[in-house]
């Protein structure tokens, strides 16, 4: 057994990182300034985007997103049980209501066929997530959009440099939210981005995000700047601040290195789990993509084994591998139960597979060893409790 705790996810920040921050700190302008602006014009440029807005979390970015496409109360937005509560939470926030489509157990995407029976004269956007980073299946959600005028907006928390068809997630005639969380792809320690191609949009979510301020404001500390500002819309505290961006700058030059190791240890997971009973391994979805591998969410096949999810991630926990849940399916929470009148078989694989999902060790600077550690221990567990 490994003497030390294995976690799940740690972030990969390297002497780069650490001088900008520093640099930062050296500079006296530690909030949203120049860094920020640079942070944003660079990831725009990366993911193929016209406009970029940089929020304090993917969750503000959401929130913000959502409010500039004119998503307001009585309106419903379809989007998936099988996300963190997050999406949903920023659609209530809204005063709107989200509509739940199911889910692909295989894939753990939105089923486009449950897109469109759920649609209805309030609906005013879809909301697809692209799951642990393999993208949702976009062609037939822009078209349904577009054939009743209803706005696209995407949860792309998962899908920092995953691609669909060989575009980047965020190069689309859409509006896209990425994360930066710390367990994520790349990290600002927390911070998310607005990427949209709607010119509109991006000057909606500018204002927002930081007071109904102007969104050069910041530089009117500066020798060339005024003092004065307007306020048009009463808008939020969710600004990306320097400090953070002095880390995206530099994860974002070491992102396509982090991809390929992410793929790398996900099909040595593949190649090492494979046919093991008691486990259902992540499927690929059928059109071209290029996973991003946010995460590697196996599911425990509790009819083959004496234990649940639960116990299986307590036994590996107790051999010194950590592990994730994401996520318990946000219709389960007892908010969205009472609220919406929502069961758990109403969503029937998004139930199935929010009781077995769990997340295995997977990072950059997770070495073999490592994961062979993962791998021993995971075998060892599956064997000790078969039927």
Same mark, same amino acid.
């Given at each position: 057994?490994?003497?030390?705790?294995?976690?799940? +996810?740690?972030?990969?920040?390297?002497?780069?990182?650490? +001088?900008?921050?520093?640099?930062?700190?050296?500079?006296?302008?530690?909030?949203?300034?120049?860094?920020?602006?640079?942070?944003?014009?660079?990831? &725009?440029?990366?993911?193929?985007?016209?406009?970029?807005?940089?929020?304090?979390?993917?969750?503000?970015?959401?929130?913000?997103?959502?409010?500039?496409?004119?998503?307001?109360?009585?309106?419903?937005?379809?989007?998936?049980?099988?996300?963190?509560? &997050?999406?949903?939470?920023?659609?209530?926030?809204?005063?709107?209501?989200?509509?739940?489509?199911?889910?692909?157990?295989?894939?753990?995407?939105?089923?486009?066929?449950?897109?469109?029976?759920?649609?209805?004269?309030?609906?005013?956007?879809?909301?697809?997530?692209?799951?642990?980073?393999?993208?949702?299946?976009?062609?037939?959600?822009?078209?349904?959009?577009?054939?009743?005028?209803?706005?696209?907006?995407?949860?792309?928390?998962?899908?920092?440099? &995953?691609?669909?068809?060989?575009?980047?997630?965020?190069?689309?005639?859409?509006?896209?939210?990425?994360?930066?969380?710390?367990?994520?792809?790349?990290?600002?320690?927390?911070?998310?981005?607005?990427?949209?191609?709607?010119?509109?949009?991006?000057?909606?979510?500018?204002?927002?995000?930081?007071?109904?301020?102007?969104?050069?404001? !910041?530089?009117?500390?500066?020798? +060339?700047?005024?003092?004065?500002?307007?306020?048009?819309?009463?808008?939020?505290?969710?600004?990306?601040?320097?400090?953070?961006?002095?880390?995206?700058?530099?994860?974002?030059?070491?992102?396509?290195?982090?991809?390929?190791?992410?793929?790398?240890?996900?099909?040595?997971?593949?190649?090492?789990?494979?046919?093991?009973?008691?486990?259902?391994?992540?499927?690929?979805?059928?059109?071209?993509?290029?996973?991003?591998?946010?995460?590697?969410?196996?599911?425990?096949?509790?009819?083959?084994?004496?234990?649940?999810?639960?116990?299986?991630? +307590?036994?590996?926990?107790?051999?010194?591998?950590?592990?994730?849940?994401?996520?318990?399916?946000?219709?389960?929470?007892?908010?969205?139960?009472?609220?919406?009148? !929502?069961?758990?078989?109403?969503?029937?694989?998004?139930?199935?597979?929010?009781?077995?999902?769990?997340?295995?060790?997977?990072?950059?600077?997770?070495?073999?060893?490592?994961?062979?550690?993962?791998?021993?221990?995971?075998?060892?567990?599956?064997?000790?409790?078969?039927?």
């Amino acid at each position: 057994m490994r003497r030390e705790f294995l976690p799940f +996810a740690r972030p990969a920040l390297g002497d780069e990182e650490i +001088a900008e921050v520093v640099d930062t700190l050296r500079s006296g302008w530690i909030t949203t300034g120049p860094k920020v602006e640079r942070f944003a014009s660079d990831f &725009a440029e990366y993911v193929g985007g016209r406009f970029a807005v940089p929020v304090s979390s993917a969750t503000a970015g959401l929130h913000v997103a959502l409010l500039a496409l004119g998503i307001g109360p009585g309106d419903e937005v379809i989007t998936t049980p099988m996300t963190f509560v &997050a999406t949903l939470n920023t659609i209530v926030h809204c005063g709107a209501v989200p509509v739940l489509a199911d889910i692909d157990a295989a894939t753990l995407n939105i089923q486009v066929e449950e897109i469109e029976r759920k649609i209805s004269p309030s609906t005013r956007a879809i909301l697809p997530v692209h799951y642990v980073g393999q993208p949702a299946d976009l062609d037939p959600i822009l078209e349904v959009a577009a054939a009743r005028g209803i706005e696209v907006l995407e949860d792309a928390a998962h899908a920092v440099g &995953a691609e669909y068809k060989g575009r980047k997630i965020g190069s689309f005639p859409t509006t896209s939210v990425f994360s930066f969380h710390p367990n994520k792809n790349m990290t600002t320690g927390e911070g998310g981005m607005v990427v949209t191609e709607d010119e509109e949009v991006f000057e909606k979510a500018s204002l927002l995000k930081f007071h109904g301020m102007d969104r050069e404001s !910041w530089k009117r500390f500066s020798k +060339a700047g005024s003092p004065r500002y307007d306020v048009a819309v009463p808008g939020f505290k969710y600004n990306m601040m320097d400090i953070q961006a002095a880390l995206g700058l530099h994860q974002l030059k070491r992102l396509e290195g982090f991809l390929v190791e992410r793929e790398r240890l996900a099909r040595r997971y593949d190649r090492a789990l494979a046919g093991l009973s008691g486990l259902i391994l992540p499927q690929r979805v059928a059109y071209p993509v290029r996973h991003a591998w946010h995460l590697y969410t196996p599911l425990v096949d509790s009819d083959r084994l004496t234990i649940g999810r639960d116990q299986f991630m +307590a036994e590996l926990k107790t051999r010194n591998i950590g592990t994730g849940l994401h996520y318990t399916a946000a219709h389960e929470f007892s908010y969205y139960r009472e609220r919406f009148g !929502w069961s758990a078989e109403d969503f029937p694989a998004a139930h199935f597979v929010s009781e077995r999902i769990v997340s295995l060790p997977l990072f950059p600077g997770l070495t073999d060893t490592d994961q062979d550690d993962a791998i021993a221990a995971i075998r060892e567990v599956l064997e000790k409790f078969q039927r």
